[in-house]
């Protein structure tokens, strides 16, 4: 079993920023790739990022089209912690963030490869 709690939403102006973190427990960390889903007021739950095992000091990144170059995903394994730097946030961003975590360290985009997820942290940013 691995345990996952995010942290780091809150309400924050367009243009601003916001770190989530995504804290595991339970099972080593390092060898499970991590992704980031959003689900906003009346649509289904999405993609925002996905980070894979770290591999030579290197962790590969993935990102949909609509956040890439204003998020960032990253992760520290001492820690067990994954986290998504939001910078640049706009209202279409509003949505409960969680992070979910798939066995193999190999990134996925899709949702149904991940078994742990935790319990989502709100985001809202307003105009």
């Known amino acids: 079993q691995v345990q996952l709690v995010e942290s780091g939403g809150g309400l924050v102006q367009a243009g601003g920023s916001l770190r989530l973190s995504c804290a595991a427990s339970g099972r080593t960390f390092s060898p499970y790739a991590m992704g980031w889903f959003r689900q906003a007021p009346g649509k289904e739950r999405e993609f925002v990022a996905t980070?894979?095992?770290?591999?030579?000091?290197?962790?590969?990144?993935y990102y949909t089209d609509s956040v890439k170059g204003r998020f960032t995903a990253s992760r520290d394994d001492a820690k067990s912690t994954v986290y998504l730097q939001m910078n640049s946030l706009k209202p279409e961003d509003t949505a409960v963030y969680y992070c979910?975590?798939?066995?193999?360290?190999?990134?996925?985009?899709?949702?149904?490869?991940?078994?742990?997820w935790g319990q989502g942290t709100q985001v809202t940013v307003s105009s």
């Open positions: 979910a975590a798939r066995n193999g360290g190999t990134y996925s985009r899709d949702q149904r490869e991940y078994y742990y």
């Open positions: 980070i894979g095992r770290t591999s030579w000091s290197t962790s590969p990144t």
